[in-house]
């Protein structure tokens, strides 16, 4: 079963409008991370936040971490087209080795 | 950071054929990892491959349908024997990043399975 799960799970918004989404996950982890996924291809690593983080930012993404409620958002502000594309959270649980188990997906759509 | 790239790229096949995926690391990596993604969804380990022992198959994934090989530390494959249109999928080869935790993707391989 996914250990993350996302929402929405497609979002359409104007360039230049903020972007926000959500990670869930189940059980107590190491690290979460963010990875972007352009038109199917090969996934690209945004972010990594750890357990004992609350929050962390890269450029105009920020990812925020409640370890209390397991849960994660990712925010891109001032989004771009070349946004457009799907994100996933995994999570890099502790009893799960150095395998990563990937969220179920948003779709971003961001219109010129 | 790590550069991979997987051929083929993309693929049509008849079913019950199989296909070899081939995946190559710039680097000399520990572990590497095969993902399916089904059509829209999102993706599913499929197995760990370490160079010099068997690879470790997540459950639902069996070696008989997905056989891995990892003959040195920058190259890996994977095969998906008697294919159906099940099977159709992007598979993508990852590796984790010397020292860190992330992990980089290769490009993946399209499936399709007529």
């Known amino acids: 079963s996914q250990q993350g799960e996302e929402d929405p799970q497609a979002l359409s918004i104007q360039e230049g409008e903020n972007a926000t989404m959500n990670c869930s996950y189940k059980t107590s982890i190491n690290n979460l991370q963010w990875y972007r996924q352009n038109s199917g291809r090969g996934l690209v690593h945004l972010i990594l936040i750890r357990s004992n983080e609350r929050e962390k930012h890269s450029g105009r993404l920020r990812v925020t971490l409640d370890t209390s409620k397991k849960s994660s958002s990712l925010l891109i502000t001032a989004s771009r087209a070349a946004d457009t594309a799907s994100y996933f959270c995994a999570t890099d649980a502790k009893a799960a080795g150095n395998k990563l188990t990937f969220g179920g997906g948003t779709r971003v759509l961001v219109k010129p | ?114």
Do not use: H
Not at chain 2, 31 to 38: H, I
């Open chain 2, 1 to 114: 950071s790590a550069v991979i790239s997987q051929k083929p790229s993309r693929d049509i096949c008849q079913r019950g054929t199989s296909l070899t995926i081939q995946c190559q690391v710039d680097s000399q990596v520990t572990m590497m990892f095969w993902y399916r993604q089904q059509p829209g969804q999102s993706l599913t380990l499929i197995a760990t491959a370490n160079q010099g022992s068997e690879a470790t198959y997540e459950s639902g994934f069996v070696i008989d349908k997905f056989p891995i090989s990892r003959p040195n530390l920058t190259f890996s494959t994977l095969t998906v024997s008697n294919m159906s249109p099940e099977d159709s999928s992007i598979y993508l080869c990852s590796v984790e990043g010397s020292g860190e935790e992330t992990q980089y993707f290769g490009p993946g391989t399209r499936l399709l399975v007529l």
